[in-house]
């Protein structure tokens, strides 16, 4: 018993004499962030190149096999738009070719899928407008539309004005046609 009673005295005494000497430690929060390594998908976005129609033709071909059907369908209504509304004529020999090429070059080349489509809406748009312009005009000039002068030619300005507002200002309402191409 005498070592019992010795053994609880000596932890006891432990005990008070660890509380008279009680060291603080500093609380160490670990600030442990876990990174996962970013994937930077930072994609160059494909551009049509400016340079000659051979280089232009290349870079249509990567822009469109990475596109995706939709787009690749966006994309070709895109460059017949801009293609037919960059045409040059020649006085003599009709289409000059190589102005075409370059006005058509200086519109798409270094653009990308998006910026493309951008300024073929912008040719629609502007087509729609020089149209309701027109008719506007044309509306103007008639006096009284109930005169019987002026009835045929009222009505073919209504008749215009239906289709106008028809027109396409997307190039998903756009209408690709087979036969006019580059």
């Known amino acids: 018993m005498k070592k019992l ?89 009709g289409i000059d070719n190589y102005k075409t090429d370059a006005a058509f070059l200086k519109q798409v080349g270094g653009k990308t899928f998006k910026e493309v489509c951008e300024v073929a809406v912008g040719y629609l748009k502007a087509d729609q407008q ?16 109930k005169a019987a002068s002026e009835v045929d030619k009222y009505n073919e300005a209504q008749n215009d004005l239906k289709e106008a507002n028809k027109m396409p200002i997307t190039l998903d309402a756009y209408v690709y046609n087979e036969e006019c191409f580059l």
């Open 5 to 93: 009673s010795l053994t609880i005295f000596a932890v006891a005494l432990l005990t008070v004499s660890c509380k008279d000497k009680q060291v603080e430690t500093p609380v160490v929060v670990e600030d442990t962030k876990v990174e996962a390594p970013a994937e930077q998908t930072e994609t160059k976005e494909l551009r049509l190149s400016a340079e000659n129609m051979d280089a232009y033709a290349e870079s249509e071909d990567k822009m469109m096999v990475s596109l995706g059907d939709d787009d690749q369908w966006r994309l070709q209504k895109a460059i017949q738009i801009i293609g037919n509304n960059n045409i040059i004529y020649d006085a003599e020999d």
């Open 130 to 145: 020089r149209e309701l312009d027109r008719i506007k005009d044309l509306l103007g000039t008639i006096k009284d539309p």
